[in-house]
Nanobody
Framework: QVQLVESGGGLVQAGGSLRLSCAAS????????TGWFRQAPGKEREFVAA????????YYADSVKGRFTISRDNAKNTVALQMNSLKPEDTAVYYC????????????????????WGQGTQITVSS
């Protein structure tokens, strides 16, 4: 089992930046592909970004490409999401998620392939 805890959420003005962190406990996160998803009120949970277990590859939703950067520090068992040039439409609860080796090869966006989820952290971007 992997327990995930997100931190770094808050309120920011449009154009600003925030950095989210996902800390893992229990099993090491280093063998898990890890992603960020978000869910706005009344909307489906959507994929934001993901990083391979090794850190060797990353993938982003078109809506955040060029603005968000995902990274990981396997020695610290953490994954981060640097969010720049934030827009009001980025407002949502952001979730960290991890998937096991069994689900490698699945689409990065497939949230059902992620077995472990954090409780979420709220990001609000004001215009």
């Amino acid at each position: 089992q992997v327990q995930l805890v997100e931190s770094g959420g808050g309120l920011v003005q449009a154009g600003g930046s925030l950095r989210l962190s996902c800390a893992a406990s229990g099993r090491t996160l280093s063998s898990h592909d890890t992603g960020w998803f978000r869910q706005a009120p009344g909307k489906e949970r959507e994929f934001v970004a993901a990083i391979a277990w090794s850190g060797g590859s990353t993938y982003y939703a078109d809506s955040v490409k060029g603005r968000f950067t995902i990274s990981r520090d396997n020695a610290k068992n953490t994954v981060a999401l640097q969010m720049n040039s934030l827009k009001p439409e980025d407002t949502a609860v952001y979730y960290c998620a991890a998937r096991t080796e069994a689900y490698r090869g699945n689409s990065w966006e497939n949230r059902y392939a992620y077995s472990y989820w954090g409780q979420g952290t709220q990001i609000t971007v004001s215009s």
